[in-house]
């Protein structure tokens, strides 16, 4: 990855289990130094003036790379992108010299308010060019590839007329960004919807995946249909682990992030599922490469 | 076919409102019985998520409220007001005017005040980074001409003035339980919210002092400052507002006013 700022170096994001950061776990890092490969921040949170966030960051990415997961981007919006908001992200970029920087495949705004979740795509011809477009703009002001993470939904547009993983590596390819695969989004999708995992799994090429998230997720009950919902506010569930192991048994191991958002536990609790990724990696037998997207 | 701006705005409509979404929206969902239930995923999780972000500004309304009518309230303020800012870090500014007005909350005629309080405590977490003025460069003050000096406090000041005990029942509703009863006959209070170096700092203040303050804010020299808190309260005392406050962090810069008659 080419470099646009000299005054540091951008470490890159290792094929390790990585961990989301989260404010009530930085003085546990700080202090126990966990062996946890990097971390995962959504820059939105750093986008204060100062204050103990970014000092804590600033810490904190002294000993770990760092990945910067955008949300407020909102890609697939009619409206156009934000400059100031990109120019905060940028900042940020230049700041922290992170390794990898995603976003969604999704939308926060249809108006001028936010709506701070990420909404679902309607999948046509013309919401692709749209978030193409978009993709572009954003590789472009940052002078970065990005990565684009696939969604978690839980509703179909009727006038969708591409298959949503169809879509998503369409953007990526058109944009010439890469891919992030969260695979317990197309677990949750898959199963909201449907659609068949493996052929989900099968349409990605996997040599565009630079990073995979895994998350928890609950389940809600919907007149007899079981909606699953993408809350990371739990541990990984197995059948998700078992899709991870086959997927990087097949295709090697990968940056892969451990995200809890929510009923955020205690640190050893969260650094346990951290380790638990990492031997996933380690039989996998791909270890410690560094990712070079 | 619907353009996309028309599909995402009557989807925005139908987050925000706290009717059930149109059938027109509906009818834009794929059929399978549960366009409404799957719809009202989103349409939860926009007052919940958002709530959640003004849960985390407001503790102590939350905890005086409690946590069935704070999540009420909470939905009815992010229908009104949603998030205009891409980060969450500042949402919720309108939040102690809007509780302000709710009818059913004129019994608790503090609340608003200590909102206030509690957005100027977050507004100061994420304040610019300044390094307050250090011993050395006080005890470089000329013994001369002090009136005509302009003392800035700390950018991440907020002055809060109020009718009722704020600081105590903020206070109050820092710890795990809440013992104290606080009568309201206590009077007004004035507070300063600073952070001049990690930490948050809540200090209540004498009004003089809360006057100067917001003074030299304002850019006015000592002297002037000075005029405005004796007005505003004829104990105040100059000397002893020095001694507290002169190397506690609320000043970042000093400078000599040029003489302008």
Known sequence: MKETSSNSVAAPVPRRAGAGLKPKHY????????????????????????????????RIRMDYPLSLHSVGTSLGSHLPLDITHLKNLKALVERFQPGLVSEHLSWSHGY???????????????????????????????????????PSSYLQFRQSEIPEQIFYV??????????LLDINNVFVSCSNHGWSVAEYIAAVPHEMVAEIHLAGHSIQDLQGTRLRIDDHGSPVCAEVWQLYQSYIEANGALPTLIEWDSNIPEFPELYAEVRFAEEFIYRAGESRHEATL | MKPLSELQQMFCDGLRSAAPPSPVLLNEIVDDGLQLERFNVYRNNFVVLNGDALADMYPVIKRLLGAEAFRLLATAYVRDFPPMDRALLLYGERF?????AVPELSGLPYLADVARLEYAWTAA??????VSLGQHQIAALPPDGFENLSLRPH??????????PIYSIWLANQGEQMEETISLDEGGSQV?????????????VFP??????????SGETIGAAYAQAVEMDAEFDLQAFFARHLFDGTFCELQNQPVTD
Not at chain 1, 170 to 179: D, I, Q, V, W, Y
Not at chain 2, 155 to 164: G, L, N, V
Request: aromatic share 8%; net charge negative.
């Open chain 1, 27 to 58: 003085q546990a890092i700080i202090e126990q130094q966990p062996d946890i490969g990097w971390f995962e921040v959504h820059p939105e949170n750093y986008m204060g003036r100062g204050g103990p966030p970014l000092s804590y960051l600033e």
């Open chain 1, 112 to 150: 001028e308010w936010y709506t701070h979740d990420l909404m679902p795509l309607i999948y046509t011809e013309e919401s692709l060019k749209l978030i193409v477009e978009h993709i572009d703009q954003v590789q472009e002001f940052l002078g970065r590839t990005i990565l684009i993470e696939n």
């Open chain 1, 170 to 179: 369409e953007a990526a390819r058109r944009s010439g960004a890469g891919l």
């Open chain 2, 96 to 100: 102690a005017d809007f509780l302000a």
């Open chain 2, 125 to 130: 977490y994420h304040a610019d980074d300044v």
């Open chain 2, 155 to 164: 950018p991440s000041m907020h002055c809060i003035s109020s009718d009722y």
């Open chain 2, 192 to 204: 300063v919210v600073i952070r001049p170096k990690v930490e948050v700092e809540v200090r209540e």
């Open chain 2, 208 to 217: 003089g002092s809360l006057a100067l303050l917001q003074s030299l804010a």
